[in-house]
């Protein structure tokens, strides 16, 4: 073997073992949307398991109160939110924020007026689990729990792409419930009889 060979192997297994050779967010396109809870904070309280909003589209933002691109983006998303006929359509919106204490979150969200609902990711679990490799990090989530989309990093241009998505996500159709049929009533007569 080389030493060319044996340095790049070296070098590809020292990136593996940092980390740095996995593959970001855009990877999980078309993939079930890995399950993560979401706990709001703010007046209104609620834990939600992403995989309880089945049957909606779900906008996940994740971003922190540094991030300047995440100042940018948030004032969108909370117009998205805000929207009353997206929602009436079934779009649910959540701004995950990343490992940020709660008092620095919920002042920055006081402070800017905004409305949607703020979940914490003390852990990183969405980090990880969404292969999140810069903020903010924008998916969609499909009605069939799938992820329709995903923008990494914010450009204003981009904002009207990431309302087609949102738009393209709400018009398919609801998966059919997994829910079996009721068991039929033994004393009721058979159809056709």
């Not at 834990?47 to 589209?57: D, H, P």
């Not at 359509?89 to 924020?97: D, E, T």
Request: hydrophobic share 40%.
């Amino acid at each position: 073997m080389s030493k060319r060979v044996i340095a790049l192997s070296s070098v590809i297994l020292a990136l593996s073992a940092l980390g740095l050779t996995q593959i970001d967010t855009n990877s999980l396109l078309g993939k079930p949307a890995p399950d993560i809870k979401l706990s709001t904070i703010g007046k209104t309280k609620t834990t939600t398991k992403l995989s309880a909003l089945k049957g909606n589209v779900v906008l996940i933002d994740y971003w922190a109160t540094w991030c300047p691109p995440c100042r940018e983006s948030l004032p969108h998303i909370n117009e998205i939110a805000a929207d009353k006929d997206l929602a009436a359509k079934g779009l649910k919106v959540f701004a995950l924020n990343s490992k940020e204490k709660l008092p620095i979150v919920q002042k920055f969200i006081d402070d800017n007026n905004y409305t949607f609902p703020v979940a914490l990711d003390l852990t990183g679990e969405f980090s990880k689990l969404y292969k999140v490799r810069g903020i903010p990090t924008t998916v969609i989530i499909g009605r069939d729990g799938t992820i329709k989309s995903v923008f990494v990093g914010f450009d204003e241009s981009e904002v009207p792409k990431m309302k087609k998505a949102i738009a393209d996500a709400l018009a398919e159709e609801a998966p059919k419930s997994e829910v079996p049929p009721a068991p039929k009533d033994p004393s009721q007569p058979a159809p056709g009889k």
